[in-house]
């Protein structure tokens, strides 16, 4: 089918009317003519979508970023006799040293990183201090939720369990030098937490 341009009288096909009035007579259109050209203008014209992908970007970078900043592991259950204030925040730090005879823990190990929400290591400071973030976190608690278990006589550490029971060996646990008692201490910023154990092996 055709139709006639009523700005020139030519016949043009159907299909094609609107793109001829876009192309012959764009400065002369009005009423109904101006309308058709100017809604095919606008369905044939791209998209910017850059700042609908930037409005995502930035979305996803805040919620990264509160994640990061604000999310922490929850607390690992255990069984230590004296559980965390999990709803009590602090956020202190100190340093660790567990060796026994010649094996000294390496706590940036994947298995120690950011284990639990009240006590852990992180890896981004290579486990060089450990970080409390609850409240009451007895030196019990800290070491459980690293899979050890430590009292004033014992130590079990990779599956290996030293006593003072046994002939010749001998388990140190100090804070700042004091020896403590892991079941009742709590955990206080700048504690130099040492835990030593010694056989005649």
Known sequence: MTKTCPYCS??????????????AHSDELHGL???LVDERKRASA????????????VLVLFAVAYLAIFVTPAPVANAAVQQPA??????????????YDDTVVDFDDVQYIE???CFHFHAHDNAEMWHVHCENVTLE???????????????????ERFTTDDDGTTVSVTVDGEPVDPEQYVL??????????????
């Not at 030519?10 to 192309?23: C, F, K």
């Not at 791209?46 to 970007?57: D, M, Q, S």
């Open 33 to 35: 003519d101006r309308r």
């Open 86 to 99: 999990t709803d009590a925040q602090t956020h202190i730090h100190g340093d660790i040293v567990v060796q």
């Open 141 to 159: 608690y800290a070491m459980m939720t690293l899979g050890m278990d430590v009292s004033e006589d014992t130590l079990v550490v990779d599956g």
């Open 10 to 23: 030519t016949s043009v096909a159907e299909d094609e009317y609107v793109t001829h009035l876009e192309r």
């Open 188 to 201: 206080q910023d700048g504690d130099d937490v040492r835990i030593v154990v010694e056989t005649d092996e």
């Open 46 to 57: 791209p998209r910017n979508f850059k700042p609908y992908v930037l409005g995502i970007a």
């Open 115 to 117: 284990q639990d929400g």
